[in-house]
């Protein structure tokens, strides 16, 4: 059974990464999103929010499945079988650094390749750091993430720039 793994920080999921993991659960089995919690980055939302999230926006997929990883992504995959990683590619900026982890990846686990999908040219601007600016600045983004997560989205991050205010 092929798999593929979408990684990624997902904080918080967008239409962009939603677009991906749909075309992965097109062309593999089974399709895992790993959300990945690297202890030195900062996020907004937990590893649990992030999971629920997930799997709130990608429940009428049926064959993909939600999860959370604190390890190396070439170690988790090792443990998946048939797994190939799958990531999305926007225009330029993204490549550099989606080379080099795919060839590391590569180094630490010679089994494991990276499939590159190129992002969809509605969501090349897309990321979740645009979301989290715009949202703190009380801006609308309903385009830009899945439906079921909204309100909680704004709820969040308009509290984040109301206490960064009064501090
Ligand atoms: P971000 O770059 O938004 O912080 P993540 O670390 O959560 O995103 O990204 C996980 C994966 O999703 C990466 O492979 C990234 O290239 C891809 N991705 C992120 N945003 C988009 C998008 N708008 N279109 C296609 N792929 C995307």
Redesign the pocket.
Known sequence: MKTAIC?????PV?L??I??IERAASIFDRTVVLVMQNNRKAYNFTPEERVRMLRKTTAGLPSVTVEWADRLLAEVCAGMGDAVIV????AVS?FEM?FQMALMNRKLNPALDTLFLT??ER?QY????VVKEICSYGGDVREFIPEEIHDEVRLRLAGANIEAGRA
Do not use: N, Q, V
């Open positions: 990684p990624g920080s997902f904080d967008t962009g990464h677009d991906i990531k999305g590619l926007r993204d989606e992002a969809s969501f897309l990321s979740s750091s």
